[in-house]
């Protein structure tokens, strides 16, 4: 089993992500430059938060089109799970994987704290370890994390069960206050109707060590392996 | 057309006639226009330490675990165990943010950052320390300087969160002394093995020397010139002087030079800064005792047409100089491909001591570079103490409801929440934030060295206003003590000195106290400064800032159990003041906020004790007994329990006081004597604590208990009760409410 950790110019979180995998959970996983042009060998994707390609022109826009994202599309297409965290998701929104898009957040600032997160679908390779409803803690950092869909994709999202986490309160409760962003309907993270691509706006890859306050984010990952694991078996 | 040298065009450039004739004798000719503008930055106080560096030889700077002294590098280097090392190094950018606070603050984080992985260390993370003035005032300063603030804090956190170094803690201080001259310093921390320390020396006779990073525009044109004058109202005329940093271009460059230098091939390698090119050349061929050629035809460059002393001059951001061993070119030509960064081979190493700049093949400046670098005249300033403060006689201060008096300290923004500014920044990046900002000190796990290392800065500059070397001493003090409460050894100092115009005779005179006072202080507490920054000329229409001598230390924690930080935990845990009650209310933030009193005497520091009550803290967190300790400043007690109490993610009250105590309330609540941490323990460890603090005689306060919904405090025989709402929202609120105001 190998998974990649792609590397834009401007990544930041390329190391984060890799240390979580690799002292988290000891799996193989590497960096996949954005320069390559196939994707092949690796049984997952994970594409880092940062500020690809400077965010310049609008968040992920650029890297959306950079040459390993062609080759990643194909590899979502054909059933890769493929994982974007905060920038990552952005990313993954411009290159049309997942539906609905990101804008800035309601204060207008950069929002950096930690934020509790509902389980709403527990049946991708991201989250089948966890139960529904289950609660998570990690933080969030981001300037451009509110997430927005029109009418007819946020219902779709909402029917299919494409809506993966949800801000909450401490009770579960997604409420307006613990909503940090202005995201529509409290919505955290979602997937592509097949399920193999999840994005996120919160980072797992800050919570996997029991030093930095929380592990919850650890589970997800673990999760991918354990689903590796059982695809290869 | 170059304009011809006249006595006008030396004073414009900032040079006295005495330092143009050492100019001439140094060439034994007279400068050209080009060479004129290399000497008035490399000869101002911002690159040479004219004024200062008598000064500065006054600090200690060696010691065991010191890498890299002062002045050798562009940051010290100190030893952490196991192999690792740790570069770091305070800057300001105090000028550039007055006139520009977003770019301003923007390119001081991206210059400090370079300064670090300059060293070869990888930047892991940041802190900051900044001033403003009042931003709760309905006027044009309340709403300039709020515009500062917001823009100051934007520029950090575009700087630092784009390039992915969290920002994890600092300081933030507001008085009417920085009025539209706020300060702005910045420190930065990397981690690198021990033996792989970068050089920023010239070395190898005929290695090539590579321009890589950002090319070279008109931005920031002599900035370091523009920094040694005063602000004026003319200042925002210089916006031209303040450069642009581009965070993503920085982290390009961060990781190719970080890639280049492992792959062996680097030479030496410097930051063009302050100076720019022209820094870059001289700096590293005196260090090297070589000479270096360059050809401006060869550089890299974002306008056309742009004359030699433009080229030179430019503080273009995101670009360095590097040596490259001979043969290792091509390596330079793949990294920087890869990253997709300008680069060119701009000239070489030579063995003549001269930094030689060519024009298209032209000789343009040929200046010796060792006496270019280091050489500029080195001045002792006349001093002068200003006037005595004015004392205070406490038996003729009005006795205000203290009640309110906790609730309007609170609500001060010197010690208010600063959550408005600090959920801006990422602080969570690179996944390593143990203890986030907030508490005394911030910790952080250094994966790659499997270290916690704390940081703080520090420096209360209403106390160095009024008594400036003692106020020095203190801020040294607190430092330590504010590392020692999160449960680390304090090992190292870097200073950011924040003075106004030198020639004026009080300025130098606080300068030179505060030095003495620092240098004093970091001696007793076995912490030498590896490096730092200057700053004068901080100067408004309205007057100097207060002498703000910030102090940057770090520590470092043995063992990640002994991590502490300062908010109660447990319901009927007893809480302990380590020290005396005190009684000192001069230069108290109290006399200032509450009574509108800038004034009397800051408290006197006592080393001794000090030093014993700090080593009883550390000795007891190794116990693991001390569940909390957060240390005493401005506030006095009443504000550090509150901070206690309501700091945490979960409030909880305290019911306490001094039976002993006898005298005013307001004293007891309010005075800032030193020496004094606030710890909690629980029941069954008290006895330990009491025991051993008289073993070591240390004067120890049975304070009462953590627990309910009211922080209760018995002040000399008056009880007075605040429920932890009441406390909570005024301190949490305060910024962000004066920030919520509309400035149309």
Same mark, same amino acid.
């Given at each position: 089993?190998?998974?990649?950790?792609?590397?834009?110019?401007?990544?930041?979180?390329?190391?984060?992500?890799?240390?979580?995998?690799?002292?988290?959970?000891?799996?193989?996983?590497?960096?996949?430059?954005?320069?390559?042009?196939?994707?092949?060998?690796?049984?997952?994707?994970?594409?880092?938060?940062?500020?690809?390609?400077?965010?310049?022109?609008?968040?992920?826009?650029?890297?959306?089109?950079?040459?390993?994202?062609?080759?990643?599309?194909?590899?979502?297409?054909?059933?890769?799970?493929?994982?974007?965290?905060?920038?990552?998701?952005?990313?993954?929104?411009?290159?049309?994987?997942?539906?609905?898009?990101?804008?800035?957040?309601?204060?207008?600032?950069?929002?950096?704290?930690?934020?509790?997160?509902?389980?709403?679908?527990?049946?991708?390779?991201?989250?089948?370890?966890?139960?529904?409803?289950?609660?998570?803690?990690?933080?969030?950092?981001?300037?451009?994390?509110?997430?927005?869909?029109?009418?007819?994709?946020?219902?779709?999202?909402?029917?299919?069960?494409?809506?993966?986490?949800?801000?909450?309160?401490?009770?579960?409760?997604?409420?307006?206050?613990?909503?940090?962003?202005?995201?529509?309907?409290?919505?955290?993270?979602?997937?592509?109707?097949?399920?193999?691509?999840?994005?996120?706006?919160?980072?797992?890859?800050?919570?996997?060590?029991?030093?930095?306050?929380?592990?919850?984010?650890?589970?997800?990952?673990?999760?991918?392996?354990?689903?590796?694991?059982?695809?290869?078996? | 057309?170059?304009?011809?040298?006249?006595?006008?065009?030396?004073?414009?450039?900032?040079?006295?006639?005495?330092?143009?004739?050492?100019?001439?004798?140094?060439?034994?000719?007279?400068?050209?226009?080009?060479?004129?503008?290399?000497?008035?930055?490399?000869?101002?106080?911002?690159?040479?330490?004219?004024?200062?560096?008598?000064?500065?030889?006054?600090?200690?700077?060696?010691?065991?675990?010191?890498?890299?002294?002062?002045?050798?590098?562009?940051?010290?280097?100190?030893?952490?165990?196991?192999?690792?090392?740790?570069?770091?190094?305070?800057?300001?950018?105090?000028?550039?943010?007055?006139?520009?606070?977003?770019?301003?603050?923007?390119?001081?984080?991206?210059?400090?950052?370079?300064?670090?992985?300059?060293?070869?260390?990888?930047?892991?993370?940041?802190?900051?320390?900044?001033?403003?003035?009042?931003?709760?005032?309905?006027?044009?300063?309340?709403?300039?300087?709020?515009?500062?603030?917001?823009?100051?804090?934007?520029?950090?956190?575009?700087?630092?969160?784009?390039?992915?170094?969290?920002?994890?803690?600092?300081?933030?201080?507001?008085?009417?002394?920085?009025?539209?001259?706020?300060?702005?310093?910045?420190?930065?921390?990397?981690?690198?093995?021990?033996?792989?320390?970068?050089?920023?020396?010239?070395?190898?006779?005929?290695?090539?020397?590579?321009?890589?990073?950002?090319?070279?525009?008109?931005?920031?044109?002599?900035?370091?010139?523009?920094?040694?004058?005063?602000?004026? *109202?003319?200042?925002?005329?210089?916006?031209?002087?303040?450069?642009?940093?581009?965070?993503?271009?920085?982290?390009?460059?961060?990781?190719?030079?970080?890639?280049?230098?492992?792959?062996?091939?680097?030479?030496?390698?410097?930051?063009?800064?302050?100076?720019?090119?022209?820094?870059?050349?001289?700096?590293?061929?005196?260090?090297?005792? =070589?000479?270096?050629?360059?050809?401006?035809?060869?550089?890299?460059?974002?306008?056309?047409?742009?004359?030699?002393?433009?080229?030179?001059?430019?503080?273009?951001?995101?670009?360095?100089?590097?040596?490259?061993?001979?043969?290792?070119?091509?390596?330079?030509?793949?990294?920087?491909?890869?990253?997709?960064?300008?680069?060119?081979?701009?000239?070489?190493? =030579?063995?003549?001591?001269?930094?030689?700049?060519?024009?298209?093949?032209?000789?343009?400046?040929?200046?010796?570079?060792?006496?270019?670098?280091?050489?500029?005249?080195?001045?002792?300033?006349?001093?002068?103490?200003?006037?005595?403060?004015?004392?205070?006689?406490?038996?003729?201060?009005?006795?205000?409801?203290?009640?309110?008096?906790?609730?309007?300290?609170?609500?001060?923004?010197?010690?208010?929440?600063?959550?408005?500014?600090?959920?801006?920044?990422?602080?969570?990046?690179?996944?390593?934030?143990?203890?986030?900002?907030?508490?005394?000190?911030?910790?952080?796990?250094?994966?790659?060295?499997?270290?916690?290392?704390?940081?703080?800065?520090?420096?209360?500059?209403?106390?160095?206003?009024?008594?400036?070397?003692?106020?020095?001493?203190?801020?040294?003090?607190?430092?330590?003590?504010?590392?020692?409460?999160?449960?680390?050894?304090?090992?190292?100092?870097?200073?950011?000195?924040?003075?106004?115009?030198?020639?004026?005779?009080?300025?130098?005179?606080?300068?030179?106290?505060?030095?003495?006072?620092?240098?004093?202080?970091?001696?007793?507490?076995?912490?030498?400064?590896?490096?730092?920054?200057?700053?004068?000329?901080? *100067?408004?229409?309205?007057?100097?800032?207060?002498? =703000?001598?910030?102090?940057?230390?770090?520590?470092?924690?043995?063992? *990640?159990?002994?991590?502490?930080?300062?908010?109660?935990?447990?319901?009927?845990?007893?809480?302990?003041?380590?020290?005396?009650?005190?009684?000192?209310?001069?230069?108290?933030?109290?006399?200032?906020?509450?009574?509108?009193?800038?004034?009397?005497?800051?408290?006197?520091?006592?080393?001794?004790?000090?030093?014993?009550?700090?080593?009883?803290?550390?000795?007891?967190?190794?116990?693991?007994?001390?569940?909390?300790?957060?240390?005493?400043?401005?506030?006095?007690?009443?504000?550090?329990?509150?901070?206690?109490?309501?700091?945490?993610?979960?409030?909880?009250?305290?019911?306490?006081?001094?039976?002993?105590?006898?005298?005013?309330?307001?004293?007891?609540?309010?005075?800032?004597?030193?020496?004094?941490?606030?710890?909690?323990?629980?029941? *069954?460890?008290?006895?330990?604590?009491?025991?051993?603090?008289?073993?070591?005689?240390?004067?120890?306060?049975?304070?009462?208990?953590?627990?309910?919904?009211?922080?209760?405090?018995?002040?000399?025989?008056?009880?007075?009760?605040?429920?932890?709402?009441?406390?909570?929202?005024?301190?949490?609120?305060?910024?962000?409410?004066?920030?919520?105001?509309?400035?149309?």
């Amino acid at each position: 089993m190998k998974i990649a950790v792609v590397r834009f110019p401007g990544s930041n979180c390329d190391q984060d992500c890799l240390r979580a995998l690799q002292d988290g959970l000891e799996v193989d996983a590497e960096y996949l430059w954005h320069k390559e042009t196939s994707a092949a060998g690796y049984d997952a994707i994970v594409l880092p938060g940062g500020f690809s390609y400077g965010d310049y022109l609008r968040c992920g826009a650029i890297a959306a089109f950079s040459p390993v994202m062609r080759a990643i599309i194909e590899a979502a297409n054909h059933g890769t799970p493929v994982f974007g965290v905060c920038n990552g998701f952005q990313v993954l929104c411009e290159t049309g994987l997942l539906g609905g898009a990101l804008i800035r957040n309601r204060s207008l600032l950069f929002l950096c704290q930690p934020v509790v997160l509902k389980i709403e679908n527990n049946s991708t390779p991201f989250t089948r370890l966890l139960n529904e409803k289950s609660l998570l803690r990690m933080p969030i950092a981001h300037g451009e994390g509110a997430f927005y869909a029109d009418g007819s994709t946020l219902a779709e999202l909402e029917d299919n069960g494409q809506v993966v986490f949800r801000y909450v309160d401490e009770h579960g409760e997604a409420t307006s206050e613990a909503n940090p962003n202005g995201s529509m309907n409290n919505i955290a993270g979602i997937c592509n109707p097949a399920g193999n691509v999840v994005g996120m706006m919160p980072h797992p890859d800050r919570s996997w060590d029991r030093r930095l306050g929380s592990e919850d984010g650890l589970q997800l990952f673990k999760s991918l392996v354990e689903t590796l694991l059982s695809v290869a078996a | 057309m170059t304009p011809t040298i006249t006595p006008e065009l030396v004073h414009r450039h900032g040079l006295s006639e005495h330092e143009f004739a050492g100019i001439k004798a140094l060439l034994g000719r007279e400068p050209n226009f080009t060479e004129l503008g290399v000497f008035s930055v490399m000869w101002s106080e911002h690159c040479s330490y004219k004024n200062t560096r008598r000064e500065l030889k006054k600090f200690p700077t060696t010691g065991p675990r010191v890498l890299v002294k002062a002045g050798e590098e562009n940051a010290g280097v100190i030893d952490i165990g196991g192999g690792w090392a740790v570069a770091f190094k305070m800057e300001s950018h105090n000028h550039p943010s007055a006139v520009e606070p977003f770019q301003g603050a923007a390119t001081g984080v991206g210059g400090i950052i370079r300064d670090i992985f300059t060293m070869g260390a990888r930047p892991v993370f940041l802190l900051n320390s900044l001033r403003f003035g009042p931003i709760h005032d309905e006027g044009e300063y309340g709403r300039k300087n709020r515009k500062l603030i917001r823009g100051v804090v934007a520029g950090i956190a575009h700087y630092g969160n784009c390039i992915g170094v969290p920002t994890i803690g600092g300081e933030v201080y507001f008085d009417e002394s920085y009025n539209g001259n706020p300060l702005v310093n910045v420190f930065c921390l990397g981690i690198l093995r021990r033996t792989e320390i970068a050089r920023g020396a010239a070395s190898g006779v005929g290695n090539a020397v590579f321009y890589v990073g950002s090319e070279t525009g008109r931005d920031g044109l002599a900035g370091a010139a523009f920094a040694s004058r005063d602000l004026t *109202e003319e200042s925002r005329a210089d916006r031209p002087a303040v450069q642009v940093g581009d965070p993503f271009r920085g982290k390009l460059l961060l990781e190719a030079c970080l890639e280049l230098l492992a792959s062996g091939a680097v030479a030496g390698i410097q930051d063009m800064g302050a100076a720019g090119l022209t820094c870059s050349t001289c700096e590293t061929a005196s260090r090297g005792g =070589t000479g270096v050629q360059i050809d401006l035809a060869l550089v890299p460059k974002r306008e056309p047409d742009m004359s030699p002393y433009e080229i030179l001059l430019s503080e273009s951001q995101e670009r360095m100089l590097i040596i490259v061993q001979r043969g290792k070119e091509e390596q330079v030509k793949r990294i920087f491909e890869k990253w997709d960064l300008p680069y060119s081979k701009v000239g070489t190493v =030579t063995n003549d001591g001269f930094m030689r700049v060519l024009d298209d093949g032209s000789v343009e400046v040929e200046i010796p570079a060792k006496q270019l670098a280091d050489d500029a005249p080195i001045y002792e300033r006349e001093a002068a103490p200003p006037p005595a403060p004015e004392s205070i006689d406490i038996s003729k201060l009005e006795l205000l409801d203290p009640k309110r008096s906790l609730l309007q300290l609170l609500k001060h923004p010197s010690i208010a929440s600063k959550n408005w500014i600090f959920r801006q920044y990422d602080h969570t990046v690179r996944a390593g934030t143990v203890v986030p900002p907030g508490s005394d000190a911030a910790v952080f796990y250094v994966r790659e060295a499997n270290r916690f290392l704390a940081a703080t800065t520090d420096c209360n500059s209403l106390y160095c206003c009024l008594d400036p070397r003692e106020g020095a001493r203190i801020a040294v003090a607190e430092a330590a003590r504010n590392l020692t409460c999160s449960g680390a050894d304090p090992l190292a100092v870097t200073d950011n000195l924040n003075f106004g115009n030198p020639y004026k005779p009080e300025n130098f005179w606080q300068l030179r106290e505060a030095v003495e006072g620092l240098a004093e202080a970091c001696r007793r507490f076995g912490t030498p400064v590896t490096g730092g920054n200057v700053s004068l000329y901080n *100067e408004s229409p309205q007057g100097s800032i207060d002498p =703000t001598p910030t102090v940057g230390m770090i520590g470092l924690i043995e063992d *990640e159990a002994w991590i502490t930080r300062q908010y109660f935990r447990d319901q009927g845990d007893i809480v302990f003041l380590v020290g005396e009650v005190g009684h000192e209310i001069g230069g108290s933030l109290y006399l200032k906020a509450v009574h509108g009193r800038k004034a009397g005497a800051p408290p006197r520091l006592n080393f001794e004790k000090e030093l014993a009550v700090q080593q009883l803290v550390r000795e007891l967190i190794r116990t693991g007994i001390v569940k909390s300790a957060h240390d005493c400043s401005e506030g006095g007690l009443a504000v550090a329990l509150t901070e206690s109490c309501i700091s945490g993610s979960e409030k909880i009250g305290a019911t306490v006081g001094a039976p002993d105590f006898q005298g005013r309330p307001d004293i007891f609540l309010f005075n800032e004597s030193q020496s004094r941490i606030i710890i909690s323990v629980a029941p *069954e460890a008290a006895a330990q604590v009491e025991s051993r603090a008289e073993e070591v005689g240390v004067p120890l306060v049975r304070l009462g208990e953590v627990g309910g919904r009211t922080l209760t405090i018995d002040a000399g025989g008056t009880s007075f009760v605040w429920s932890l709402d009441q406390l909570h929202d005024p301190w949490y609120f305060s910024i962000v409410r004066a920030l919520a105001h509309q400035d149309l």
